[in-house]
């Protein structure tokens, strides 16, 4: 049976483990920004936090994907088998990239223009939220895009914690030495990073300051 | 108190054996013993070599710095003692490059200070039309422009409107010219003499530049290695027998072009 025939008779539960797939690598990556920008924002003015929270997600960073899983597993209410495990596991993974160029972003702004921000009278706040910001966003986007791919990629290991996905064709398929099981997971997969991609990419693009 | 009082005569700046000092490996001092007071309502330019000590003055009266011995006083009140906000609310800055904000229009950037100040809108737009026809730039053509999209003249012209928005009693001015071509120089420098001599702000004007100084000047202070050497009216600026007033004038001698 050619994969092209497998892919069509099997095009039901490719779709939902696609969906699937997409849903945890949405949710893992809201939660993953809704815990950089702020956090990336915060450490502009805390230096002691800054060298902490920016080496505490090397480190994550420097986990090897699979052996992450495992050690969630075992901890209390993150842990245990399946989505919720998983879902952490990601965000893990996700939090570098956003959070360095949140910072990279919010500081590297043209120093006269922070200069001028600061002697026309606006708060930190205000510097924060109306000139930092608004600045930094193609930058913050920047790292939102590598690691929404990173995380398509990372979510295909996360079926072998049960979380589901187009991961549990792969390891389906590994498990078999069946090459059209391996392309039903692979394939969708890598079209959905190249679609992030390019989605994420116009945007960043869109949102450049020059 | 939300404002300088414009027409009150205390309202003058006073630095009081000011000096400013960085921790830091050398540990030098950047101002040194400055004792200076600047009358309401003249230009006075603080002229110097690059790295006397003259945009380090400048940041201490708007509370950018705050001295590490005296006092520098803007309106009778230490500037430890003022709420640096309000300060620098009510004192106009203007840099090089005019640092607009490149996410901002034309107009936008103007009304900062005001909508900071939380003006109402119409009365925001007004203000806005009328300082860009004060620096020559219509309010039609301009005002929906991003910075990115001007000229660097238009946009020292738009830094100037931007400074003077919520008419702020006093003007600091860091080299606002210094990165333009001469003949835009010129035509700036003429432009802005005439508008200091109409709005009665007091100015503070940094420049290298002695040309510029003895044309701008009510009264020009020369810095010198971190200190103020001497200080005289324009006119009488170049009579002072200081050897580094010598420096200066020599470098006019040169003639022409771009300042020494």
Redesign the interface.
């Known amino acids: 049976m050619t994969a092209w025939h497998f892919f069509v008779q099997h095009r039901a539960e490719i779709l939902s483990a696609t969906l699937d797939h997409m849903g945890l690598v949405l949710i893992a990556m809201l939660i993953a920004i809704a815990i950089s920008v702020p956090l990336g924002m915060f450490i502009v003015y805390h230096k002691s936090l800054r060298t902490l929270a920016l080496g505490t997600a090397s480190i994550l960073q420097t986990i090897p994907s699979l052996a992450l899983f495992g050690f969630l597993i075992p901890i209390p209410f993150i842990g245990g088998i399946g989505k919720r495990t998983a879902i952490v596991a990601l965000v893990l993974y996700a939090l570098l990239p956003i959070l360095r160029n949140t910072y990279v972003g919010l500081t590297t702004i ?1 120093p ?2 922070l ?9 930190r706040r ?1 510097i924060m939220f109306r ?1 930092r910001f ?2 930094a966003l193609s930058v913050i986007l920047a790292g939102i895009r590598t690691a929404t791919i990173l995380t398509i990629g990372v979510a295909t290991i996360a079926a072998a914690i049960g979380a589901g996905g187009l991961g549990s064709f792969i390891f389906r398929g590994v498990a078999l030495v069946n090459d059209a099981l391996l392309l039903a997971g692979a394939i969708p997969a890598a079209l959905l990073a190249i679609l992030a991609d390019f989605l994420l990419g116009r945007l960043e693009r869109r949102l450049k ?2 | 108190m939300t404002k300088l009082d414009t027409n009150s005569q205390l309202n003058f700046i006073e630095f009081r054996g000011v000096s400013f000092r960085v921790d830091g490996l050398t540990n030098r001092e950047i101002v040194s013993g400055v004792n200076l007071t600047i009358p309401h309502g003249k230009t006075l330019v603080l002229l110097g070599r690059s790295g006397s000590g003259k945009t380090t003055l400048l940041k201490l009266i708007n509370g950018m710095l705050i001295p590490t011995e005296g006092e520098v006083l803007v309106q009778q009140r230490s500037t430890r003692q003022w709420d640096l906000i309000r300060l620098r609310r009510t004192i106009g800055y203007v840099i090089q490059e005019a640092g607009l904000f490149p996410h901002f229009t034309v107009a936008q950037n103007v009304a900062l200070v005001p909508t900071l100040e939380n003006w109402p809108r119409e009365r925001i737009d007004a203000r806005v039309n009328e300082l860009l026809q004060l620096v020559g730039m219509a309010p039609k053509e301009f005002a929906h422009r991003r910075p990115r999209e001007l000229s660097g003249g238009q946009r020292q012209r738009v830094g100037v409107a931007r400074a003077l928005a919520a008419d702020p009693p006093i003007l600091l001015m860091d080299e606002p010219f210094g990165a333009l071509d001469p003949v835009t120089r010129a035509e700036l420098q003429r432009e802005f003499r005439s508008l200091a001599r109409r709005l009665e702000k007091t100015i503070v004007f940094v420049t290298h530049d002695l040309r510029e100084a003895l044309f701008l000047a009510s009264e020009i202070v020369l810095m010198q290695s971190s200190r103020v050497v001497a200080s005289a009216p324009a006119s009488e600026f170049l009579k002072l027998p200081h050897p580094e007033v010598a420096s200066f004038a020599a470098s006019l001698a040169l003639g022409a072009g771009e300042p020494a």
């Open positions: 043209d006269a223009i200069e001028s921000a600061e002697a026309m009278g606006m708060t205000q000139v608004p600045l300051v020059t």
